[in-house]
C-alpha cells in the first residue's frame, strides 16, 4: 500500500479516524491524500452574495481541516490535501480511483445531513462504490 485516502467530516469521531489512518501510514510506508468534503457552493444567489457565502464556506472549512492537517505534519508522514465540494462519497470514491489509492479509512459515522438520513449514509456509498479496500474505523 503506497497511497491511503483519509476521509474526515470534521466530526469528534474524525480524530480516531485520523489516528488509523496514520498507524496504517506508518506501517506501509505511505503517504496520505487528506480528503475533506465541504457543503455544495450557492448556485442561485447573486454577486455579492454569492461569493460572501463561498468565503465563508471556504473559512469554515479551513477551520475544520487545520487541525488535521497540523497533527499529520508534526507526524512526519508525506500527505497531499484535496478540499473538495459535496457530494462527499462520490469526491471520495473520485479521488481513489484517479490516484490509484490502495485504501480508504473513513469513519463508520460522522457529520451528515437530512439527504445522507434518506439515501444512506457516506460511509454505505462509498463501501458501495469504492474501487479500492476501505477501512471503516469505529
Known amino acids: 500500500m503506497k497511497k491511503i485516502v483519509l476521509a474526515i467530516d470534521g466530526s469528534d469521531h474524525s480524530a480516531k479516524v485520523l489516528d488509523t489512518a496514520v498507524e496504517y501510514a506508518r506501517m506501509m510506508d505511505a503517504t496520505i491524500l487528506f480528503v475533506y468534503c465541504h457543503e455544495k457552493f450557492p448556485t442561485i444567489l447573486g454577486e455579492p452574495y454569492r461569493n460572501n457565502e463561498i468565503a465563508k ?62 439515501v444512506g449514509s457516506v460511509t454505505h456509498r462509498v463501501l458501495q462504490t469504492a474501487p479500492c479496500s476501505v477501512l471503516v474505523v469505529r
Not at 74 to 94: G, L
Request: aromatic content about 4%; some cysteine.
Open 57 to 118: 464556506i471556504l473559512d469554515e472549512s479551513e477551520k475544520v481541516v487545520t487541525p488535521f492537517l497540523q497533527r499529520l505534519a508534526a507526524e512526519n508522514i508525506p500527505f497531499e490535501e484535496r478540499i473538495m465540494e459535496e457530494p462527499a462519497a462520490t469526491r471520495i470514491t473520485d479521488i481513489a480511483e484517479i490516484e490509484g489509492c490502495d485504501l480508504i479509512v473513513m469513519g463508520s459515522r460522522g457529520l451528515s445531513n437530512l439527504a445522507s438520513l434518506i
